[in-house]
């Protein structure tokens, strides 16, 4: 059996301004993108679509607009409405926790679309770019949830050797957080970043992200205790779970239209000096 170390979810203060460890884990998850997207830049296939350290910075403040915004509207509309019904002015207090992932992928996808307006780039280059560098930033959130003791996962045995005492839940629980943390993040980012060295159709790997992400939630959510269930053919489904078959199925659709359908990303075009001509006398 393990115990949860229970933090004070205030890491610090600035005068008497409270710095929560789950806006810490928000702020390492933007600067993992960038250091990895500094990376990427570098691959061939992508030097090849003339990404800069530039479209990166930028693109991030777009992706921050994108997370933040959505995330928290994913929150309130598909979680709990009736809460902030009642209580409207909490909607904006995102350093209390409360980030749904599934609003914070649509509001990326919006704020991506802007961003490749904004610099004439394809959209689907701009989510292929930008799919292996998403995981780790969510496995960063999921961390941030375990430290501030929030999402409990369900009952667990007291046979299982991980099973953990929750702070405030009476029986043992699986520690779903950090499982959705190396699921759903670091075992994607592994997957993604592999699969994303070499060339691949236009879309493929960002239809990769959608479907895998889809399923490890999908699996991830069975030992979370979720926020709502439905039921369907007489089976209990997640709120978790509802919300990620879109994404496994579209997911899916796309990355097989990609592989059918689509060219290989351009290769780098190696530049070469004409062969200077000597002249006969």
Not at 111 to 124: D, E, P, V
């Amino acid at each position: 059996m393990l115990v949860h170390p229970n933090p004070d979810p205030v890491a610090f203060y600035i005068a008497s301004w409270p710095v929560y460890w789950y806006g810490i884990m928000y702020g390492f998850a933007f600067l993992q993108f960038i250091l990895l997207g500094n990376q990427r830049i570098k691959q061939p296939h992508i030097a090849a679509q003339v990404w800069t350290k530039d479209h990166v910075s930028d693109i991030i403040f777009y992706g921050m607009i994108g997370v933040v915004v959505g995330g928290r509207l994913g929150e309130v509309l598909f979680y709990r409405p009736a809460y902030f019904w009642e209580h409207p002015a909490e909607i904006p207090m995102t350093w209390l926790g409360g980030m749904s992932f599934h609003g914070g992928f649509i509001g990326v996808m919006v704020a991506m679309w802007l961003w490749s307006r904004k610099y004439q780039k394809h959209i689907g280059d701009v989510f292929d770019f930008i799919a292996p560098l998403v995981p780790l930033g969510y496995a960063a959130g999921r961390f941030g949830n375990f430290i501030g003791h929030e999402l409990p996962g369900r009952a667990a045995s007291a046979d299982l050797p991980w099973a953990m005492q929750w702070p405030g839940v009476e029986h043992l629980v699986h520690p779903s957080p950090l499982y959705q943390t190396l699921v759903d993040g670091l075992l994607l980012f592994v997957i993604l970043w592999l699969f994303a060295r070499k060339r691949k159709p236009r879309w493929a790997t960002g239809a990769l992200y959608c479907m895998l992400y889809g399923c490890a939630r999908f699996f991830t959510e069975y030992f979370r205790v979720p926020d709502w269930e439905t039921s369907f053919a007489g089976i209990s489904i997640s709120s978790g779970q509802v919300l990620s078959l879109p994404m496994i199925l579209v997911g899916g659709a796309v990355l097989i239209w990609a592989y059918k359908y689509q060219q290989p990303q351009a290769a780098q075009v190696v530049k070469t000096r004409p062969k200077k001509t000597v002249r006969k006398k």
